[in-house]
């Protein structure tokens, strides 16, 4: 090592999950739609579906993001919001492209591998938002659920599962339903909180493998 250089620390995960995949969204009501169908399409393709909202605990959520990022085969980022909110003083929000560098950083550095995919929902608006990742495909989903469907389906064209946008959207329909019951069962207005959320995946993976012949 040259003088001056400091060793990166040496980073032990548990294990990492081949299936695993860290979602990195905005966590807001009017995102719930795509998440729902980030959930459902994720699960189409035989994968899980990780966030840190579904790990409770005290310890800082910057070390709950990375280690979730180091223990996952994958990750996918989302960017689109990148509007300012109404409160002030009115702000542009910084945690998604943060997170997208976290993972970028690992993907480079690790010692095993991790892929990292880009969503947005506008064509072209990157090169001024984050004009840093340049060169890079991001996919486009229009800020609509059939969109993200669609982008799932080129973003893992390489999957040895390969579910159809139809079959797809019939898992979207299975999730947006178990929403509206985990809502009521659960008394809450929101279904990002740990057991909304790991209830989600549950229900997609179950209607994933009555939809898709290969997940059987």
Known sequence: MKPGRRRAP?????????????????YDDDFEPLYL??????????????????????QRRLDRIFRLIRTCRYSFHDIS??????????????NM????????????TADRPHGWVVFEAKRHRQQKSLSDINGTEIYIHGARPVGVLRALTNALE??????????????????????VRIKRDLA?????????????????????????????
């Open 10 to 26: 040496n980073y032990k995960p548990s294990g990492v999950d081949p299936r695993a995949l860290f979602i990195n969204i905005p």
């Open 37 to 58: 169908a980030l959930i459902a399409g994720l699960c189409g393709f035989g994968l899980t579906p990780r966030a840190t909202l579904e790990i409770p605990g005290s």
């Open 81 to 94: 919001r990148v509007e300012l909110d109404l409160n002030r003083p009115r702000t542009p929000r910084f």
């Open 97 to 108: 492209p943060f997170e997208l560098g976290l993972a970028v950083a690992w993907a480079r």
């Open 158 to 179: 390489k999957s040895r599962h390969r579910p159809t946008v139809q079959q797809l959207q019939g898992i979207y329909r299975d999730v947006r339903a178990a929403a």
């Open 188 to 216: 809450t207005k929101s279904l990002y909180d740990t057991r909304p959320f790991r209830e989600l995946v549950t229900l997609a993976q179950l209607s994933a493998r009555r939809r898709v012949a290969s997940l059987r």
